[in-house]
């Protein structure tokens, strides 16, 4: 194992590694072992020696960057609302350099970069070797349908490339509004055939939920790293479309069972989104193994960030921008990823984000809130009230439905 580097936190540290490429949390006593101790105040509390959760991260492990607005493929369900016409306040290299440079003062470890479509970016390979020159491992997430031929040769600038891939054949158009499944294969195997850290993002909705076993076999097939899964979320487009694409409740209590089957059947790694931690403790596989395995839910403005094409920072990708607040002069402003530092450390930053702590029932005595913390606020959001319950965890279901009288066996 190599160590690349590290951070100190109050529960200990985290370390960075290649190989395996991870992100461990130690304790303060392993972290000495390891050669790393506190140079400030950041044990100062003994407190929180290994207490995980009990207050944010004091920067975010990774940030999530919309690195334009631009987009083509006019996608049913679009997290953002990309178009043709890409914004005219999009950052622009000069300022995304900036905003890497604050993201590694802060100790961030990984940026993911998407759009829109960021393969058509002139300037991407730019970006991506200003990241690992500054010791951030750039990903990328891409549609496979635009900027093939500018993504080829940088490849190997980035971590790990991920093909949009909502659906085989018609399934992917019966998701996506049109008929890209063979320009994103294409894709799939054009990157494969250069790169060994090449995979599949898919968006989980009720039209390919059932496919989900084929698109693990096709991930075999094509000899792909993993397939990571993403909880359709009712942001950008995908808000007018949520009542049509979401789940069900059976498909959301049946998510582990069916994934895990799939994934052991076809031996590929399988990656699920913070959001669908409601749904993984719904089979109460124990809080002990979700922690070691570092299983959370809604992270966003602790463990993650989001940054749209303008630079204003958000909790996740999926989250609207914080309000603007108000400034000495009369002004408003919000807070853009180059203010991270001064935003982070803010009493009320991320809003109900940071507030889950407070929570109503039945997160409130759920065994698992604290790793849960109340899932998606984003889907939350949508139902009426960011701060209370996730509206499709099983267990919030089951706690709003009338209670069932049983009857006697006579």
Not at 4 to 14: P, Q, T, V, Y
Not at 300 to 313: I, N, Q, Y
């Amino acid at each position: 194992m190599t160590e690349r580097h590290s951070r100190l936190e109050a529960f200990g540290a985290i370390v960075q590694l290649a190989r395996p490429r991870a992100l461990v949390f130690v304790d303060r006593d392993r972290a000495r072992a390891l050669g790393l101790d506190a140079k400030g105040d950041e044990w100062a509390d003994p407190r929180a020696d290994g207490a995980l959760g009990e207050a944010p991260l004091s920067a975010p492990l990774e940030a999530h960057l919309q690195l334009t607005n631009h987009c083509t493929a006019g996608c049913t369900g679009c997290y953002t609302g990309a178009s043709a016409a890409a914004g005219a306040n999009e950052l622009g290299l000069d300022g995304w350099k900036l905003a890497i440079d604050e993201l590694a003062r802060r100790g961030v470890f990984h940026v993911a970069l998407g759009g829109g479509e960021s393969a058509t970016l002139p300037w991407l390979g730019d970006l991506a070797r200003h990241a690992r020159a500054r010791g951030l491992v750039p990903n990328l997430t891409t549609s496979g349908l635009a900027g093939l031929d500018r993504l080829l040769p940088i490849a190997d600038l980035f971590g790990q490339i991920n093909v949009s891939l909502d659906g085989l054949g018609a399934t992917y158009a019966a998701v996506r509004g049109f008929d890209g499944f063979a320009r994103a294969d294409a894709a799939l195997r054009a990157l494969r055939s250069i790169k060994r850290e090449i995979g599949i993002n898919v968006v989980v909705t009720r039209a390919n939920y059932d496919e989900l076993p084929a698109i693990f076999a096709h991930a075999r097939k094509r000899r792909l790293s993993e397939v990571e899964l993403l909880r359709f979320k009712p942001s950008g487009r995908g808000a007018a479309a949520y009542a049509a694409l979401r789940c069900t409740d059976a498909q959301h209590r049946g998510f582990l069972p069916h994934v895990l089957a799939a994934a052991r059947r076809h031996r590929v790694r399988v990656k699920v989104d913070c959001s669908y931690t409601p749904m993984l403790a719904h089979h109460d596989p124990g809080r002990e193994l979700l922690a070691q395995l570092a299983v959370y839910g809604c992270t966003g403005g602790d463990f993650l960030v989001g940054a749209k094409p303008s630079g204003a920072l958000t909790a996740c990708s999926f989250a609207a921008p914080p309000p603007p607040t108000p400034g000495p002069d009369g002004t408003t402003t919000r807070p853009r990823v180059t203010d991270l530092g001064t935003y982070w450390r803010a009493d009320d930053a991320f809003g109900v984000f940071r507030t889950w702590r407070d929570a109503a029932e039945p997160c409130r005595s759920c065994t698992y809130h604290t790793l849960c913390r109340g899932g998606c606020r984003v889907v939350s959001s949508h139902a009426g009230d960011a701060g209370s319950p996730d509206p499709e965890c099983p267990r919030v279901v089951d706690h709003g439905s009338p209670r069932k009288v049983r009857l006697p066996v006579v």
